[in-house]
Nanobody, 121 residues
Framework: QVQLVESGGGLVQAGGSLRLSCAAS????????MGWYRQAPGLQRELVAA???????NYANSVKGRFTISTNNAKNTVNLQMNRLKPEDTAVYYC???????????????WGQGTQVTVSS
């Protein structure tokens, strides 16, 4: 059983910064990739940033240059540093891990519980 626990988030004024963290625990073979998604009210969940264990990153155009994703592979954690936040960044943020749980023939997606980020104007 794999568990993801998120921390960080909260309320910040526009232009401010927040840092989200997510840690994985449990029994699994290895992590394939990690990422952060967000979902605003009435909208679909969207990818914010992703990173492979090899360090390859991918960002949504709306956050490029403002957000940075990073990992601590030894601790199975993924972080999202969010700078120059805008009101439109307000959403529930979810971490996502793609993990080889029991076999390297297929991988599974796991999700954190979600953390609220609110940016006031």
């Amino acid at each position: 059983q794999v568990q993801l626990v998120e921390s960080g988030g909260g309320l910040v004024q526009a232009g401010g910064s927040l840092r989200l963290s997510c840690a994985a625990s449990g029994s699994f073979l290895s992590i394939n990739s990690m990422g952060w998604y967000r979902q605003a009210p009435g909208l679909q969940r969207e990818l914010v940033a992703a990173i492979t264990t090899g360090g390859t990153t991918n960002y949504a155009n709306s956050v490029k240059g403002r957000f940075t994703i990073s990992t601590n592979n030894a601790k199975n954690t993924v972080n999202l540093q969010m700078n120059r936040l805008k009101p439109e960044d307000t959403a529930v943020y979810y971490c996502n891990y793609n993990i080889y749980s029991r076999t390297y023939y297929s991988s599974d997606d796991y999700w954190g519980q979600g953390t609220q980020v609110t940016v006031s104007s």
